[in-house]
């Protein structure tokens, strides 16, 4: 009750304060390229249960025609004011949604997409006891997640046997040992690494 009454009271102060900033940035977003402002994309969510999450939108139309993933943090894809919104995680800020709405979490596994999920084992589904959310331990290892994708030979293969393993051990990890208080030092480690970037 006290994570989710967190949750609810920080995520409308968050859409309060920052909606001069949203607003800006909504209009960079229709000013730098066509298309629309929010990127929405189907996540899974707790219980296993799909849910779409929203973002900024940081590249152009028809992108995801091309990949799934994002493959290093200067891919031709992303739009100029897209590459400074994901380089400052500002392109999440629209998630203050998903966690008024009860979709997501501040701190929790990162949700994944379902085409990814179908590689989970049957232990790793225990991550969807939980939330997920907008960090957490496997989001702060893979910050740079990105450019490792632009580094390997087969960044699919590279993505599926060697970081969502990887990530789901930091994930079960999390659910360990999980408190207010834990959720708090993750919330400060990533303004941190946001931060000195």
Not at 36 to 51: E, S, Y
Request: glycine share 6%.
């Amino acid at each position: 009750m006290l994570k989710r009454g967190f949750d609810v009271v920080f995520s409308i102060i968050g859409l309060l304060f920052l909606s001069p900033l949203l607003i800006l940035i909504a209009i960079l977003i229709k000013l730098d390229s066509r298309g629309p402002v929010l990127f929405i994309q189907g996540r899974v969510g707790r219980n296993n249960i799909d849910f779409n999450i929203f973002k900024f939108r940081t590249m152009r139309t028809q992108s995801q025609s091309k990949g799934l993933l994002t493959l290093g943090n200067n891919d031709n894809r992303i739009t100029k004011i897209g590459y400074f919104l994901r380089r400052y995680k500002i392109d999440e800020f629209p998630q203050l949604i998903n966690i008024l709405n009860g979709d997501m979490s501040f701190v929790g596994p990162r949700p994944e997409l379902r085409h990814y999920v179908n590689f989970y084992t049957q232990d790793d589904m225990a991550i969807f006891a939980v939330r997920p959310g907008i960090t957490g331990l496997a989001s702060l290892k893979y910050r740079n997640e990105v450019e490792l994708l632009k580094a390997a030979k087969d960044p699919e293969n590279f993505f599926i046997h060697t970081i969502i393993p990887d990530k789901l051990k930091f994930n079960k990890e999390y659910i360990s040992r999980r408190n207010f208080f834990f959720d708090l030092k993750l919330i400060g480690l990533t303004v941190i690494k946001v931060i000195t970037r």
